[in-house]
């Protein structure tokens, strides 16, 4: 522990990893574009830059706390050299602000404003860069980008894929694929965390806001949505309603009256999901053959395991996803004339991530030739949405999704938490289903933030060994672990995203640390209010079972790769 003094005021540190968070702990919102407490420290904005008391001037960021030190942040000499960055960067950025699809959210523009920037005095000499929008997930837009690595490093140090790097030197600097392909050419899997901390638009979502609102203006279209479990955490906060609220009625009332004719939750396509994967794992494990099992419901994970390590293709499971579970039971379900009334179906799912939009594309994700869902909008377009439709959202009451696929377990709910699909299994193998049993599980070691968890437990006295990972970085490690026999699991559960859906790369910008635990406990309490805990015990799911999927299980509900 130490005392520094931060602009004539005494502030304690423990273990702050560097002077920024200091300050920010004292309650100064030092501004910076190229900081995140979950990367490595880069120090290329240098907008975080202190003085000392020796005139000394430094960026926060990149120095670390010492007992005694005083700095100061917000000297006019601070102050004059900030905007002149400032103005630099917006110098060679370009500057159609009103029509960017960032704009209200972009780093840069409220950082302008804040600093008082009216005028760049300098002329943008930079080469217009052609806009990549080959990917299904992401859109780049090198014109709006101010070098500041944040997905650089998110995408080599966090999720160990590397696509993007910087390319030459000077005003031609760049970050791009290497040899200047285009993103879809490369291993990148959609994931969007570099979009997540892109601070201005040079990293966007690729949309399809615009197709929805024609086809929910059409009289010829039923139009049916999928929310996903993590959706519902992540949306209040937007309107200002508590962060972590499941906001899910609010939800089921603004699809109605944007024009959504039925509105459903993936949560009953995870309960699907459970009953296939365990079935499958108690197979494997029969067989000994293809394990361990590994989780398929992340599309960018599945992604990244056919580029890396295709040597364990073979061990993804063959379930879909519950998105892709959901689609291909709804498309059968509206084959009726009766249930259809002559309309086109169009399956939207609602999604809190961006790989999603690759996975509808896939071969697998579709049935006797056709795509099973239709359109991916991720939850920041949906947010989006419902701004421009003018509903205020926050006063809206809350209705009950539709049936009959409206009614998931709390085990499905939690599957957009990292641990939730290895818990919702555990709670499927395992016998009882009351309040100890739930806890037994629970305190197991499935939940909690940490990239890396395992657990162990007793199938019919079979010891059955467990680990669970988030961030592609993480599960890297962990598969050079398995490879070299280093550690031996039974079942493993990998989600792309660190802290798994709820920080999905189409979710809107968590504002800090504290909106990220509060979604992942938004879903932990949706599961304490929901009376069904198992996925088996969900009625309409049996009722599924015993009628509409009677033989097509397999061809509905896995990866079906001849469809
Ligand atoms: Fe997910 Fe899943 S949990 S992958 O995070 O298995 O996207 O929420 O919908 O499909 O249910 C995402 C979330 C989601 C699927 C489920
Ligand atoms: Fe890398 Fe994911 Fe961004 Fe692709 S979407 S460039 S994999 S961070």
């Keep these: 522990m130490g005392v520094m003094t931060i602009d004539g005021r005494k502030v304690e540190f423990t273990d702050e990893p560097n002077i920024l968070t200091v300050i920010r702990k004292a309650d100064i919102d030092i501004p910076t574009l190229c900081y995140h407490s979950e990367l490595s420290v880069y120090g290329a904005c240098r907008l975080c830059t202190v003085e000392n008391d020796k005139g000394k001037t430094f960026a926060s960021c990149s120095e670390p706390p010492r007992d005694g030190m005083v700095i100061y942040t917000n000297t006019p000499r601070l102050m004059k050299y900030r905007k002149l960055i400032l103005e630099l960067l917006l110098a060679a950025h370009c500057r159609d602000c009103t029509t960017c699809i960032k704009s209200g959210e972009c780093q840069l523009q409220s950082l302008a404003h804040r600093m008082g920037v009216m005028d760049v005095r300098f002329e943008n000499t930079k080469e217009l860069q052609p806009i990549d929008d080959s990917s299904p997930a992401i859109v780049r837009d090198p014109n709006k980008c101010i070098l500041c690595g944040d997905c650089v490093r998110m995408c080599d140090n966090v999720q160990a894929v590397n696509a993007i790097d910087f390319a030459y030197r000077g005003t031609k600097a760049l970050v791009t694929p290497a040899f200047d392909k285009k993103i879809a050419e490369t291993d990148c899997v959609n994931c969007g965390q570099c979009r997540v901390v892109c601070p201005t638009g040079a990293i966007s979502i690729k949309t399809n806001m615009d197709v929805i609102w024609d086809l929910l203006a059409d009289k010829d279209t039923k139009v049916i949505a999928q929310i996903a479990p993590a959706v519902r955490v992540a949306v209040g906060d937007q309107f200002g309603l508590p962060r972590g609220e499941n906001v899910m009625g609010k939800l089921v009332n603004v699809l109605h009256r944007m024009g959504f004719d039925e509105v459903f939750d993936t949560s009953y396509g995870a309960d699907l999901t459970v009953i296939e994967e365990s079935e499958e794992l108690l197979n494997r494990l029969e067989s000994g053959e293809k394990l361990p099992l590994f989780t398929s419901c992340c599309p960018a ?119 939730g699909v290895t818990e919702a299994v555990l709670r499927r193998l395992r016998k009882g289903h009351n309040r100890v049993d739930m806890d037994n599980i629970k305190f197991s070691g499935v939940r909690g933030e940490k990239g890396l968890k395992e657990v162990e437990f007793d199938y019919n006295g079979r010891t059955i060994r467990a680990a669970i990972v988030s961030g592609l970085g ?76 009677k033989g097509k299980e397999h061809k509905l509900l896995h990866r079906n790769f001849e469809a």
């Design 474 to 549: 993480n599960a890297d490690a962990l598969l050079k672990r398995i490879k070299a026999g280093e550690v031996h699991y039974d079942f493993v559960e990998v989600m792309a995203c660190y802290r798994g859906c709820v920080m999905g790369g189409g979710q809107p910008v968590p504002a800090g640390p504290r909106t990220k635990s509060a979604r992942m406990k938004g879903l932990y309490d949706s599961d304490v209010n929901t009376q069904i805990k198992k996925s088996n015990e969900n009625p309409l799911v049996q009722t599924l079972y015993d009628g509409l999927l």
């Design 301 to 419: 994970w599945v992604r990244y395991c056919e580029n890396r390590y295709p040597e364990f293709a073979e061990n993804l499971s063959t379930c879909r996803s519950p998105q892709q579970m959901f689609g291909a039971v709804v498309r059968e379900y509206y084959k009726d004339p009766e249930k259809n009334l002559g309309k086109r179906v169009v399956s939207v799912s609602i999604m809190p991530c961006t790989a999603k939009k690759d996975e509808i594309l896939r071969p697998e994700s579709s049935t006797n030739g056709k795509q099973d869902i239709d359109y991916v909008l991720t939850t920041t377009e949906l947010v989006s949405m419902i701004r421009k439709s003018g509903i205020r959202f926050e006063n809206l009451e809350i209705e009950a999704s539709d049936m009959p696929f409206g009614i998931g377990s709390g085990a499905g709910v939690i599957f957009g938490v990292t641990g």
